[in-house]
């Protein structure tokens, strides 16, 4: 536990390993800022960890493939990427006591209609924490295009740096966050409790155009400002 009360303190590459449960688009993307900014991954999905050799061997030393539950375990912070249908599969005791990003969206054409979140009385960022109850999740990199995530990331500041939204109901948590997503280029923007991340979700203002056209690699930069207003005109 020493390790992880170190990373909701500050985030610093030589004492963070990230562990990703989903290493889709998103997940090989923040894998691989991630390793870019010095951090150890562990890399795992729902298909076994030899289907990852090959992002694996791409990476290099610092990452490495595992079960669900053993990248669970290894990290500092673990970021669940899978799509929103699956998240309720994932075992949710290696996670206790963690820092857990999560970048689900709904689809429902994808995930099934789910009642909660059609009739507005929950969100995802708050299903995902009531299935990993003992974890502090933070909403973030749900907003983004991940070709976007990986052409957009820059330097401490840098005049052209973009920003993403973040929430969640634990400060520590959110601080710790921040740090990683500042290690990996992005400034960003505290939206306040968990519940808020219904401001951030598919077709909010802030939900992927701000970064620039999907499909088109290159992206636009957002600041952290321009970022503020389109949340508050959610």
Do not use: C
């Not at 054409?109 to 995802?124: F, K, Y």
């Amino acid at each position: 536990m020493r390790r992880n009360r170190a990373a909701r303190d500050g985030v610093r590459a030589d004492m963070t390993t990230i562990g990703l449960i989903g290493s889709g688009n998103i997940g090989s993307t923040v894998a691989r800022l991630a390793v870019a900014a010095g951090h150890d991954v562990v890399l795992s999905n729902s298909r076994g960890p030899q289907t990852l050799e090959e992002l694996v061997a791409e990476l290099g030393p610092k990452a490495r493939a595992a079960t669900p539950a053993e990248a669970a375990a290894a990290g500092d912070i673990v970021v669940v990427t899978v799509p929103l249908h699956a998240y309720s599969a994932i075992p949710a005791g290696p996670v206790a006591g963690k820092v857990l990003i999560d970048t689900n969206n709904y689809y429902p054409e994808r995930d099934g209609v789910i009642a909660e979140l059609e009739d507005g009385s929950t969100t995802t960022g708050e299903l995902v924490q009531r299935h990993f109850a003992g974890a502090s999740v933070v909403k973030a990199l749900n907003n983004i295009w991940f070709e976007h995530l990986r052409t957009l990331a820059r330097p401490s500041g840098a005049p052209d740096r973009s920003a993403l939204p973040i929430a969640g109901d634990d400060t520590a948590a959110k601080k710790a966050v921040a740090g990683f997503l500042d290690g990996i280029g992005y400034d960003t923007v505290d939206i306040g409790p968990l519940a808020e991340n219904r401001r951030t979700q598919r077709d909010t203002p802030v939900y992927v155009a701000p970064y620039g056209a999907y499909g088109v690699p290159v992206g636009t930069p957002a600041g952290a400002q321009a970022v503020r207003d389109l949340v508050a005109a959610a």
